[in-house]
């Protein structure tokens, strides 16, 4: 079963403007982590983030976790056209093995 | 940093036929290495993982069958394909915590 839900399900902005996605969960996690794929191509990781930190930032990117509310959030500053892409949150827990369990995405169009 | 080689991009097969997938991982040891599928507009579906040389873990009943006979090579196969198994299929592996994916494999069965 999915144990992460992203959303919006779909978010369409212009370039230039922030994006944010959220990830809901239901257990507790060891990590948490985002991936963008572009359509019909594999998944490319963007960034984790550990139970025990609230945010994380990588370039553009700024993630937040909040294990009291078991939800994420994703923020993509300054949207470009290349980021047009879905994103998706995952999650494992302890002594799962780095399982990964998947929420079904956010599809995200940044228009020119 | 690590790669993970699908092939092939993509395949069409009959019903009935057999399948084999293949994954590699170049630039780490001792991976972890897992196979997903997805169907359209969905997520990722976890259906085997392996920690180790001929250790393989099925996560959910299907039609399907994983072997890893080395470290670095892990095989997605199936004696009888069904409609039911046309989807995206990826292929990641990492050391710990992280894992990183291959291109997929899109096979649509006829």
């Known amino acids: 079963s999915q144990q992460g839900e992203e959303d919006p399900q779909a978010l369409s902005i212009q370039e230039g403007e922030n994006a944010t996605m959220n990830c809901s969960y239901k257990?507790?996690?060891?990590?948490l982590q985002w991936y963008r794929q572009n359509s019909g191509r594999g998944l490319v990781h963007l960034i984790l983030i550990r139970s025990n930190e609230r945010e994380k930032h990588s370039g553009r990117l700024r993630v937040t976790l909040d294990t009291s509310k078991k939800s994420s959030s994703l923020l993509i500053t300054a949207s470009r056209a290349a980021d047009t892409a879905s994103y998706f949150c995952a999650t494992d827990a302890r002594g799962s093995n780095y399982k990964l369990t998947f929420g079904k995405g956010t599809l995200l169009t940044v228009n020119p | 940093s690590q790669t993970i080689h699908q092939w092939p991009a993509t395949l069409v097969q009959p019903v009935g036929s057999p399948l084999s997938l293949e994954c590699t991982v170049e630039g780490t040891s001792n991976p972890n290495l897992y196979w997903y599928r997805q169907a359209a507009g969905r997520g990722l579906q976890l259906l085997f993982y392996?920690?180790?040389?001929?250790?393989i873990s099925s996560e959910v009943p299907q039609n399907l069958s994983a072997s890893r006979p080395q470290d670095r090579q892990f095989i997605l196969s199936s004696k009888k394909l069904l409609l039911s198994d046309s989807g995206f299929y990826l292929c990641?592996?990492?050391?710990?915590?992280?894992?990183?994916f291959g291109p997929g494999t899109r096979l649509t069965v006829l």
């Open positions: 257990t507790s996690i060891n990590n």
């Open positions: 990641s592996g990492g050391r710990r915590d992280t894992q990183y």
């Open positions: 392996s920690v180790g040389i001929g250790q």
